[in-house]
């Protein structure tokens, strides 16, 4: 059983960076690749980044690809996405994601853990 936990949405400004961190409980976590995925209300969940437990190779959706940064810190069971030049269109919920051995595909039903998400909203 994993359970996961994020941290770090708020409010930001059009053009503007935030960070978000994922604290993971459980054993094994350098085995999970770790994900981030939002959802707008009403819309299907959207695959934003993903980091792979073997080499720490990283994915991205094509929306977020050259303005988010995913990582992890194995030793504190923590990912992180750090997101930057933010745009309103950004606004979403964002959860993580486990997946165990996982290959980082972008398909939420891939993932077998999932946190409570956290609210980002990005003004104009």
């Known amino acids: 059983q994993v359970q996961l936990v994020e941290s770090g949405g708020g409010l930001v400004q059009a053009g503007g960076s935030l960070t978000l961190s994922c604290t993971a409980s459980g054993r094994m976590f350098s085995s999970y690749t770790m994900a981030w995925f939002r959802q707008v209300a009403g819309k299907e969940r959207e695959f934003a980044a993903a980091i792979i437990y073997s080499d720490g190779s990283t994915r991205y959706g094509d929306s977020v690809k050259g303005r988010f940064t995913i990582s992890r810190d194995n030793a504190k069971n923590t990912v992180s996405l750090q997101m930057n030049n933010l745009k309103p269109e950004d606004t979403a919920t964002y959860y993580c994601?486990?997946?165990?051995?996982?290959?980082?595909?972008?398909?939420?039903?891939?993932?077998?853990?999932w946190g409570q998400g956290t609210q980002v909203i990005v003004s104009s």
């Open positions: 994601a486990s997946n165990y051995y996982g290959l980082g595909r972008p398909f939420e039903r891939d993932y077998d853990y």
